[in-house]
């Protein structure tokens, strides 16, 4: 089946430590997302990409960094820069090629929390 | 600045009741709108969509109602089901910038009550 990996789907974190969340997917879309939720907002744009090798702010990008060397991959980096880290993150592609009026798939999220 | 806003963050519904959702936005120049469903620990779940040449669309139990003028939408599921406890968010999204990215709501928790 189709679909869009994100993994592990917990994560810990020591301060000052980077840490790395993988997003992959298998529907040959162009377009992927970072999301963040917090408890009691929406899901905010951490970074996306519309293309390989390219990608752009989202946001909430401060503390943040992406790489898209490939079409189905699209990690994100969590540096020590970002001072408040926890939270559950969402990865998100989309097919561009059938228009803008496409939903979104998202995979099953990270939380991503401090030791 | 929260260009999308849910007001309620959490709504009881009867099982078999209508349940009515609603999301009100301050940006204009948004033109398409989309409802997700988000169950704990799991990635949303397109539900909807609209677009702002129509005032209307409906899909099975679902129906989404837009009124450009006063710039709100509302997601009506009738009749309201306990598989549909879950988190709502609407999403708005400009279909000229270019780029898809969508404005998410704060999210309303909807309770089915058996």
């Given at each position: 089946d189709g679909g869009i990996t994100q993994s592990p789907k917990y994560l810990f974190r020591k301060e000052g430590q980077n840490v790395t969340l993988s997003c992959e997917q298998n529907l040959n879309h162009d377009a992927m997302y970072w999301y963040r939720q917090d408890p009691g907002q929406g899901l905010r744009l951490i970074y996306y990409s519309q293309i390989v090798n390219d990608f752009q702010k989202g946001d909430i990008a401060e503390g943040y960094s992406v790489s898209r060397e490939k079409k189905e991959s699209f990690p994100l980096t969590v540096t020590s820069a970002q001072k408040n880290p926890t939270a559950f993150y969402l990865c998100a592609s989309l097919n561009r090629d059938r228009g803008f009026n496409q939903p979104q798939h998202f995979g099953d999220g990270t939380r991503l929390s401090i030791l | 600045d929260q260009q999308v806003k849910q007001n309620s963050p959490s709504l009881s519904v009867q099982e078999g009741r209508i349940s009515i959702l609603n999301c009100d936005y301050t940006?204009?120049?948004?033109?398409y709108f989309l409802w997700y469903k988000k169950y704990p620990a799991e990635g949303p779940t397109f539900l909807i969509s609209i677009s702002s040449i129509k005032d209307k669309n409906e899909d099975g139990r679902f129906t989404v109602f837009l009124n450009k003028s006063a710039k709100h939408l509302s997601l009506h599921i009738v009749p309201s089901q306990p598989g549909d406890s879950a988190v709502y968010f609407c999403a708005a999204l400009r279909s000229n910038f270019g780029n898809e990215k969508l404005t998410f709501g704060t999210g309303t928790r909807l309770t089915i009550i058996p």
């Open positions: - | 940006n204009s120049m948004f033109d």
